[in-house]
């Protein structure tokens, strides 16, 4: 099974600065044949169900905020919120779809 | 509006049963595969099952492999998660999830329902 790390466990942010999530895989979620990177950013709030931001490590899911936004190649990846509102106090999980099982990070709660 | 609601979820004891639904509307449900994920309570995300749009296809994880089984009824719109032999490590809030083409990430959730095993 493909073990993803994120880094770091938790982090606070003052309102309206950057925040960095980063996500690492155990081997390279890059599929050479049609160049896409398998991997995906959920945001989960408390008492809430997970709900999916990015996929293809950059791709905005319909009616996601522009500051959310994903990056990184292989087995590095990077989920950054670009001014960090307080609705965005979530966990948030990478997740790599590159083989089965689907795997998780450990996820990494963003704070004020 | 894609609606997911599970349901089933309960107090069971160790080595009991349980089945779980999850009701499916706003989308044409046949053309989706579907999945549950489930979440220990104050962990993170596991994913344990997964179902092709008809049914042909079916996947495990190893965690619950030949203790789980993953049904659905497309004529009904409803998924299904026949849990036996539960375990103490089976407690957790379970989810069903719409699969984005079959390709394992998940663009809609449910609410989730919590089963939780104990004596």
């Known amino acids: 099974d493909i073990v993803m790390t994120q880094s770091p466990d938790s982090l606070a942010v003052s309102l309206g600065e950057r925040a960095t999530v980063n996500c690492k895989s155990s081997q390279s979620l890059l599929y050479r044949s049609n160049n896409k990177n398998y991997l995906a950013w959920y945001q989960q709030k408390p008492g809430q169900p997970p709900k999916l931001l990015i996929y293809w490590a950059s791709t905005r899911e319909s009616g996601v905020p522009d500051r959310f936004s994903g990056s990184g190649s292989g087995t590095d990846f990077t989920l950054t919120i670009s001014s960090l509102q307080a609705e965005d106090v979530a966990v948030y999980y990478c997740q790599q779809y590159y083989s089965r099982p689907p795997t998780f990070g450990g996820g990494t709660k963003v704070e004020i | 509006e894609v609606q997911l609601v599970e349901s089933g979820g309960t107090l069971v004891q160790p080595g009991g049963s349980l089945r779980l639904s999850c009701a499916a509307s706003g989308f044409t449900f046949r053309s989706y595969a579907m999945n549950w994920v489930r979440q220990a309570p104050g962990k993170g995300l596991e994913w344990i099952s997964y179902?092709?749009?008809?049914?042909?296809?079916?996947y495990y994880a190893d965690s619950v492999r030949g203790r789980f089984t993953i049904s659905r009824d497309n004529a009904r719109n409803s998924l299904f998660l026949q849990m036996n032999s539960l375990r103490d490590e089976d407690t957790a809030v379970y989810y069903c999830a719409r699969d984005v083409t079959g390709l394992y990430f998940f663009d809609y959730w449910g609410q989730g329902t919590l089963v939780t095993v104990s004596s």
């Open positions: 179902t092709s749009a008809s049914g042909s296809s079916i």
